[in-house]
């Protein structure tokens, strides 16, 4: 069993920056491709990076590609996305998820671990 705690999140300004992690218990973290998602209000749930087991393929949507960068510590079972630029359209809760045997790091569908999900708020 496998438990993803997110942190971090929270209100910033148009144009700055948040930084979201992700840890999850258990073993060989290592092995599970792990995945950030969204959902704003009113809206489905939506991919916006991810990362392969070993972070040699990461991956962005259109709208996260330039701005957030997604990145892992295996040492600490931890996930980042890192988030620059922010702007408005941004405001969404953002979900962590984690699974081993992703084969398409953008398909929700195949995690199955999945953390408590993190307001992020763009707003002046």
């Known amino acids: 069993q496998v438990e993803v705690v997110q942190s971090g999140g929270g209100l910033v300004q148009p144009g700055g920056s948040l930084k979201l992690s992700c840890t999850a218990s258990?073993?060989?973290?290592?092995?599970?491709?792990a995945g950030w998602f969204r959902q704003a209000p009113g809206r489905e749930r939506e991919f916006v990076s991810a990362?392969?087991?070993?972070?040699?393929?990461?991956e962005y949507s259109k709208s996260a590609k330039g701005r957030f960068t997604i990145s892992r510590d295996n040492a600490q079972n931890t996930v980042s996305l890192q988030m620059d630029s922010l702007t408005p359209e941004d405001t969404a809760i953002y979900y962590c998820?984690?699974?081993?045997?992703?084969?398409?790091?953008?398909?929700?569908?195949?995690?199955?671990?999945w953390g408590q999900g993190t307001q992020v708020t763009v707003s002046s």
């Open positions: 998820a984690a699974s081993v045997g992703v084969r398409h790091l953008s398909r929700q569908n195949e995690y199955f671990y």
């Open positions: 258990g073993p060989n973290f290592n092995n599970y491709a």
């Open positions: 990362i392969s087991w070993f972070g040699k393929t990461t």
